[in-house]
């Protein structure tokens, strides 16, 4: 069984910057596709940003391209998710999960972990 941990959330002022973090317990993260998604109060989840088995390959939401950045540790089992130039309406639980069958938005990610908030000061 896949565990997943997020950890790094906080209260930020707009501009500011966070760094996400999400260990895995196992053997198998190095094999899974990993991705991060939000989910603001009153809003479905969405997808935020994911990234290939080995590292090489990234994709993220139009929201977030320029200010966020995916990138993982396979030797640490864990993903991260650098946050720069934040702004109010990314305040969201942020949660990251992983799964075998990709990395993008549209793949199906089989394991997730119970999130951490991040809330965004004006």
């Known amino acids: 069984q896949v565990q997943l941990v997020e950890s790094g959330g906080g209260l930020v002022q707009a501009g500011g910057s966070l760094r996400l973090s999400c260990a895995a317990s196992?053997?198998?993260?190095?094999?899974?596709?990993m991705g991060w998604f939000r989910q603001a109060p009153g809003k479905e989840r969405e997808f935020v940003a994911g990234?290939?088995?080995?590292?090489?390959?990234?994709d993220y939401a139009d929201s977030v391209k320029g200010r966020f950045t995916i990138s993982r540790d396979n030797a640490k089992n864990t993903v991260y998710l650098q946050m720069n130039s934040l702004k109010p309406e990314d305040t969201a639980v942020y949660f990251c999960?992983?799964?075998?069958?990709?990395?993008?938005?549209?793949?199906?990610?089989?394991?997730w972990g119970r999130g951490t908030q991040v809330t965004v000061s004006s």
């Open positions: 196992g053997r198998t993260f190095s094999s899974y596709g």
């Open positions: 990234i290939s088995r080995g590292g090489g390959r990234t």
């Open positions: 999960a992983g799964g075998p069958l990709g990395y993008s938005s549209s793949s199906s990610y089989a394991h």
